[in-house]
């Protein structure tokens, strides 16, 4: 089973309006990443937000951790149609050699 | 140029058949991982590497085998291909496991007639 889970699976905004996305896991973590997927091509990297770290920004993104609900949310303010993309979250497991990912949500930004 | 690269890009073979996936990355990238990419399921790990002659297996190891005898590649085999591995395959690396960031090759679409 995968260890990282997206909510919502989908979600369209208009340009402009802000999106949140988040991610649950079941075990305890050194960090917790963040990775975008255009269409038809690889993850990149967006933010690593360390177990010790409440809050990272970076640019429109915001990203929080809280390790006591085992949950982190990425915010995109004043979304772009650019930002169309599928968002993943990832974390270590297996003693810290496994990089797993969740399920992934869908942002649909219209214009 | 720098960078991970798969190859091939698109791959249709038979049931059956064994058929090898290729994966490069010119940082020389401790770690590196396969994934697969289904609709529905997000990226699942098949299998990883922390270096050189070590690997271990993922999630989803079942019908691949794998292969590290040099640091910069890593290729994913299966032996012997279903139907239900067709999917996309993305090969990542990073310098250290989760501790930095992964990059992920452009990935091999994979469908097994």
């Known amino acids: 089973s995968q260890q990282g889970e997206e909510d919502p699976q989908a979600l369209s905004i208009q340009e402009g309006e802000n999106a949140t996305m988040n991610c649950s896991y079941k075990?305890?973590?050194?960090?917790l990443q963040w990775y975008r997927q255009n269409s038809g091509r690889g993850l990149v990297h967006l933010i690593l937000?360390?177990?010790?770290?409440r809050e990272k920004h970076s640019g429109r993104l915001r990203v929080t951790l809280d390790t006591s609900k085992k949950s982190s949310s990425l915010l995109i303010t004043a979304s772009r149609a650019a930002d169309t993309a599928s968002y993943f979250c990832?974390?270590?497991?297996?003693?810290?050699?496994?990089?797993?990912f969740g399920t992934g949500t869908q942002l649909k930004v219209e214009l | 140029d720098a960078g991970i690269t798969q190859s091939p890009r698109y791959k249709i073979t038979e049931t059956g058949r064994q058929v090898t996936l290729m994966c490069h990355q010119t940082?020389?990238?401790?770690?590196m991982f396969w994934y697969r990419q289904d609709l529905g399921h997000g990226l699942r790990l098949i299998y990883y590497?922390?270096?050189?002659?070590?690997?271990d297996k993922g999630e989803v190891p079942d019908g691949y085998v794998v292969s590290r005898s040099k640091t910069e590649n890593f290729p994913l085999t299966l032996e012997s291909a279903t139907r239900s591995q067709t999917s996309v395959y993305f090969c990542?690396?990073?310098?250290?496991?989760?501790?930095?960031?992964?990059?992920f090759g452009q990935g091999t679409r994979l469908t097994v007639v």
């Open positions: 075990t305890s973590i050194n960090n």
């Open positions: 940082w020389s990238h401790s770690y």
């Open positions: 590497s922390a270096a050189a002659d070590i690997t």
């Open positions: 990832a974390i270590l497991t297996g003693g810290g050699n496994k990089l797993t």
């Open positions: 937000i360390r177990s010790n770290e």
């Open positions: 990542a690396s990073s310098e250290w496991s989760g501790n930095t960031e992964a990059f």
